[in-house]
């Protein structure tokens, strides 16, 4: 069973930037597409980014349009890990951060819809505030 597990958040001034990283045991997800969606008091979880594999050592990232530029979804295959750096960080920012695999090879129009995610972490909390 594939567990997930992040990394790296925490506090952060306007304009910061923070590395989130995540984990996986139990498995690699090095085919899965892997996301990260975050989700603020009171708001639905919405999507953040998706690294998807497209076949050899390829991979393709999504963006939400509110990251677009700013964040940037990386993998390290030896480490079997999935980082989000994310740079000029605004309070608009601040939510619970969480990995996402799915064991599906999602469709562009679905990787950013949570349900189809079946593996998640625990969440990572990231405040972005002066």
């Known amino acids: 069973q594939l567990e997930l597990f992040e990394s790296g958040g925490g506090w952060v001034q306007p304009g910061g930037s923070l590395r989130l990283s995540c984990a996986a045991s139990g498995g690699t997800f090095s085919n899965y597409p892997v996301g990260w969606f975050r989700q603020a008091p009171g708001k639905e979880r919405e999507f953040v980014a998706t690294?998807?594999?497209?076949?050899?050592?390829?991979?393709?990232?999504y963006y939400a349009d509110s990251v677009k530029g700013r964040f940037t979804i990386s993998r390290d295959k030896a480490k079997n890990t999935v980082s989000l750096q994310m740079n000029n960080l605004g309070p608009e920012d601040t939510a619970v951060y969480y990995c996402a695999a799915s064991s599906r090879g999602l469709i562009v129009s679905t990787i950013s819809k949570p349900g189809n995610y079946e593996y998640w972490g625990q969440g990572t909390q990231v405040t972005v505030s002066s």
């Open positions: 690294s998807r594999w497209i076949g050899g050592q390829a991979y393709t990232a």
